[in-house]
């Protein structure tokens, strides 16, 4: 295994992880959306669930998002970083996500009697991050995608990608 990466190397691997986090947040966003307004083309009685597991989805990209930002697009593109990452990784700490994220991705409770949280705890989460219901979550990640990072200025270093 290689100890290091080239910067060409570094830039190959974050543009695929971006473009599979764009379709990881989509599809998140789809299957949530289709739940909530069309539930019997699940066929299932617990459309919640489809709900959830929707919100998880683009809990978790947005994660590997944040790790891909700190470990490889910083250390790629230095002080160049594109304004609109920035701004989205701002605005995901603003929002509290990590702790959403414990809370509603792994289920983490601070009551060891009771490691699930109760689902007010789940909803005043969303809430705090500016979503009054689920809807509003999905439709906020469409300018996510649309204004992911593109890696400006540094055509080079993603040229042949």
């Known amino acids: ?12 691997s974050a543009f695929g992880v971006l473009n ?15 739940a ?6 699940l066929q299932t009685k617990h459309p919640k669930y489809f709900v959830r597991m929707g919100i998880g989805a683009i809990m978790i990209a ?35 996500s990590r702790e959403f994220r414990s809370l509603f991705v792994a289920h983490y409770s ?7 949280p109760p689902l007010s705890k789940l909803e005043n989460l969303l809430k ?16 996510v995608v649309v204004t992911f990072p593109r890696f400006p200025g540094h055509p080079e270093k993603l040229q042949g990608i």
């Open 62 to 96: 947005l994660y590997k998002f944040e790790d891909l930002w700190e470990h490889q697009i910083q250390h790629l593109l230095g002080n160049q970083l594109p304004n609109r990452g920035g701004q989205l990784m701002a605005e995901l700490g603003v929002k509290k």
């Open 1 to 12: 295994m290689k100890a290091t990466h080239t910067d060409n190397e570094l830039a190959k």
């Open 110 to 116: 601070s009551r060891p009697a009771s490691p699930k």
């Open 36 to 41: 909530m307004k069309q539930p019997n083309l």
């Open 20 to 34: 599979d986090l764009m379709g990881e947040i989509h599809a998140g966003r789809v299957i949530g959306c289709i």
């Open 128 to 143: 705090a991050q500016g979503f009054n219901t689920d809807e509003e979550l999905f439709l906020w990640t469409k300018d």
